[in-house]
């Protein structure tokens, strides 16, 4: 079987320790062809955190489903278009973040809340309850092919490369959403710009530092050293503090900053109750990272200056359209190291995303290489 019945991609056959990274070609049968679906023919993947942790099963999640094709940060061309489609042609190059699907009735979905839909479906590892009745287990962007509800299709701006565009459809959508949903709009009087915090520099991190700049924050960006101090002046951060090399950080912003977006892959020595202290009282912490162990947190903590704690889950579809006019108003990018895709390239690609070797993401490409013949 082929292009339309199957797709080929690289999966995770074995998430154990010795394994976890090593992939081999996977046929397996997309979701039924229906009117709002979109084929893509994938150009170009990059390699999310997110794709670790599945491929790892770090999550510990029980019901994870294997073999498991990741990805979810996919630009290429549409191929095929449902009879209810509208805005897309064959030709068209688009993206695809890590939302497959929603039911789009429900009054999360009306609200412009469908990543919050109780029947959301992500790009990959989730399940698809199909018209006919059937289900389908999702698969990623490793792949030849990509079949999207179009409304989780977005039309990529000439002005961005595949590489540059990619990892903005998960890391940059996720970090611009609690942006724009929580930068306070009213500041106390003698302060000219609202003040936002980011915790990490990495993928996630790299998008959110330039979103700040660009939507006119004063932005500081919290390390736990000073290595990555120049490339987060370049991305547009203000200030730049090391956590493990200044023991008296948070006397620098105690009860200064109106807003954090903490994007850390890690709770190893991260002492969340100092961090707190950093916001003015009543500002907001959120969370966009999804570590593999808790946090742990003291009560009195939130007490100190009436802070708040929560998270934020991707981005809607208009959020994802804003951010890329931004992008491109701004001259906002995503930094990628490439790699052509090949079982080879991906374990490359997974392990250099693990061990925090990439600038600030692996962007795979090269996929018609990968699968010749393709449509």
């Known amino acids: 079987m082929a292009y339309p019945d199957t797709f080929e991609g690289f999966a995770v056959f074995d998430p154990s320790p010795a394994t976890w990274s090593t992939v081999k070609k996977f046929e397996f049968k997309p979701k039924p062809f229906e009117a709002h679906d979109v084929d893509i023919r994938i150009n170009t993947c990059s390699i999310c955190g997110s794709d670790v942790h599945s491929a790892s099963n770090g999550w510990r999640k029980p019901n994870a489903h294997y073999p498991l094709v990741v990805g979810h940060e996919i630009v290429g061309r549409v191929v095929r278009v449902g009879a209810a489609v509208t805005d897309f042609k064959p030709g068209d190059r688009v993206g695809v973040g890590a939302q497959a699907q929603a039911c789009l009735k429900c009054k999360l979905c009306k609200s412009h809340n469908e990543i919050y839909c109780p029947k959301l479906v992500h790009t990959f590892g989730g399940v698809y309850h199909n018209e006919d009745g059937s289900t389908t287990f999702s698969n990623g962007g490793y792949s030849n092919y990509a079949r999207i509800n179009d409304y989780f299709v977005f039309h990529i701006p000439p002005e961005l490369t595949d590489a540059e565009a990619a990892p903005m459809l998960c890391a940059g959508v996720t970090t611009f959403s609690p942006l724009v949903r929580n930068i306070p709009k009213e500041l106390p009087q003698g302060q000219l710009r609202p003040r936002v915090g980011i915790v990490g520099l990495g993928g996630l991190g790299m998008m959110g530092i330039q979103w700040a700049h660009a939507l006119g924050c004063e932005t500081t960006v919290f390390s736990r050293s000073s290595r990555k101090c120049a490339d987060a002046r370049k991305l547009g951060a203000d200030h730049f503090i090391a956590t493990a090399e200044d023991k008296d950080w948070v006397r620098k912003v105690e009860f200064s900053l109106d807003l954090i977006i ?28 999804l570590p593999e162990a808790p946090f742990s947190v003291s009560p009195r903590s939130f007490m100190a200056n009436a802070c708040f704690m929560g998270g934020s889950h991707l981005g809607s579809h208009v959020e994802m359209v804003r951010m890329f006019k931004l992008a491109v108003e701004k001259g906002v990018r995503a930094w990628t190291d490439k790699i052509p895709i090949s079982a080879q390239g991906v374990k490359e690609g997974l392990e250099r995303c693990r061990d925090h070797r990439c600038r600030y993401r692996v962007a795979l490409t090269d996929f018609d290489d990968a699968f010749p013949g393709r449509v």
């Open 262 to 289: 903490c994007t850390a892959n890690s709770t190893q020595n991260f002492d969340l109750d100092t961090y707190l202290r950093a916001l003015v009282v009543g500002g907001k912490w959120v969370n966009v990272g």
